[in-house]
């Protein structure tokens, strides 16, 4: 898809009308031209001979624009290979446009509405590189513990259900490189191996949640739903954590269905400019404390 060039009042290209030399008025439908280009060419970066070609300037007008552009953090260059993408402050811009409550408060009224009804802890954990971080839960009346221990705690994708839930429906690609990665990882647990992990995101890919009883923690048992956004990946859970005797197989289908239905009215809202779907891997894991809970 081709992208338009800057353009005047006039009708013609802000270039075509006074150079780069034409007044400042004339730089805002340039840097906006050169905003859509570099959206285009996100994934793989682009030239500054790229972008002036796609929008209609000179090269030295172009590095100009750019050079502003990433004045105001909108812009980014890469020092090695010298190519331009945007920046992290224009995703963040985008995610206060989208959704001004981001993630956390589109989803807090169904946390709120499955706390109440099924009288349990409820979990929202997000995708994060290599991990689920927790970013919101409501708590119910009994007492519980999870690897993630609080809102910001962060676990390895793959331990734990709300984690697994996750994992197991991001795409193909991304999950080999997360598996690769997390195998050692979540070996320190004590209860995974790369043959289990897998078998693990078959069985949640077809049931469409993850609700396993380990054995690790004894006493203890949850489920989890995936968020999917409109691509059908996920980007969050909604998980219960709960003791084993209120999760038997005659109420965990009554959960499971609530769970899915809120998800399914959250997923079409989620915004994929949202920083809190934004954020980068962090290598570290530490093994929780003996006993901890998994949500």
Do not use: W
Not at 100 to 109: A, E, S, T, V
Not at 203 to 219: C, D, H, P
């Amino acid at each position: 898809m081709g992208v338009r060039a800057a353009r005047s009042d006039t009708g013609g290209t802000s270039e075509e009308q006074g150079g780069a030399d034409a007044p400042n008025i004339g730089m805002l439908p340039r840097a906006f031209a050169l905003v859509r280009a570099l959206a285009a060419l996100q994934a793989s970066g682009a030239r500054v001979t790229q972008l002036a070609k796609a929008v209609g300037l000179t090269q030295g007008t172009t590095h100009r624009i750019l050079r502003a552009l990433i004045a105001e953090g909108m812009v980014e260059q890469d020092e090695r290979s010298k190519l331009y993408r945007l920046g992290v402050d224009f995703f963040a811009l985008a995610a206060q446009a989208g959704n001004p409550g981001g993630l956390r408060n589109l989803c807090r009224p169904a946390l709120l509405r499955l706390c109440a009804s099924l009288g349990e802890t409820i979990f929202l954990l997000a995708k994060s590189g290599f991990d689920a971080v927790c970013l919101d839960l409501c708590e119910g009346p009994f007492p519980i513990r999870s690897f993630t221990n609080d809102v910001g705690g962060r676990i390895a994708l793959g331990v734990g259900q709300g984690s697994l839930a996750i994992l197991a429906f991001v795409p193909e690609a991304e999950r080999e490189e997360i598996i690769r990665f997390n195998v050692p990882r979540i070996r320190g647990y004590g209860m995974l191996d790369e043959v289990y992990l897998r078998t693990e995101i078959e069985r949640v890919r077809q049931l469409g949640y993850a609700a396993r009883n380990s054995g690790v923690l004894e006493g203890m048992a949850g489920v989890a739903v995936p968020i999917l956004d409109r691509t059908g990946t996920a980007v969050a859970a909604l998980s219960v954590g709960t003791l084993a005797s209120r999760l038997g197989d005659d109420r965990l289908p009554m959960v499971v269905e609530l769970l899915r239905r809120q998800a399914e009215a959250i997923g079409p809202l989620t915004n994929p400019f949202d920083a809190a779907l934004k954020r980068r891997p962090a290598h570290g894991l530490v093994a929780p404390p003996e006993g901890e809970r998994v949500a």
